[in-house]
Nanobody
């Protein structure tokens, strides 16, 4: 059974940084994509970043380009989201999500495996 477990959320001041981790287990294929998806209070769900296992390509939402970086450690089966220069608008529950995928990373995928989410709050 595939499982995704997020960690690393918390409270940070505007301009600060956080790193989220997503530990993945149970995958039987090397062809999948993992993304970070966030949902703020009263807001629609928004894809933030995606990484493709097959070729390590990445994709980002315009709202986080230049501030967030998605990466993976294959030896640990863990995907990270480094978030720099955080803004109050980044406040949300951040979910790790996965789906079978063999192409380049894209923000247009539909995910069928989800973690439990981790809260990120950006406030002074």
């Amino acid at each position: 059974q595939v499982q995704l477990v997020e960690s690393g959320g918390g409270l940070v001041q505007p301009g600060g940084s956080l790193r989220l981790s997503c530990a993945a287990s149970g995958f039987t294929s090397n062809y999948y994509a993992i993304a970070w998806v966030r949902q703020g209070l009263g807001k629609e769900r928004e894809g933030v970043a995606c990484i493709s296992k097959r070729n390590n390509s990445t994709a980002y939402a315009d709202s986080v380009k230049g501030r967030f970086t998605i990466s993976r450690d294959n030896a640990k089966d863990t995907v990270y989201l480094q978030m720099n220069n955080l803004k109050p608008d980044d406040t949300a529950v951040y979910y790790c999500a996965a789906t079978p995928w063999w192409g380049l990373a894209t923000m247009n995928l539909i995910y069928n495996i989800w973690g439990q989410g981790t809260q990120v709050t950006v406030s002074s």
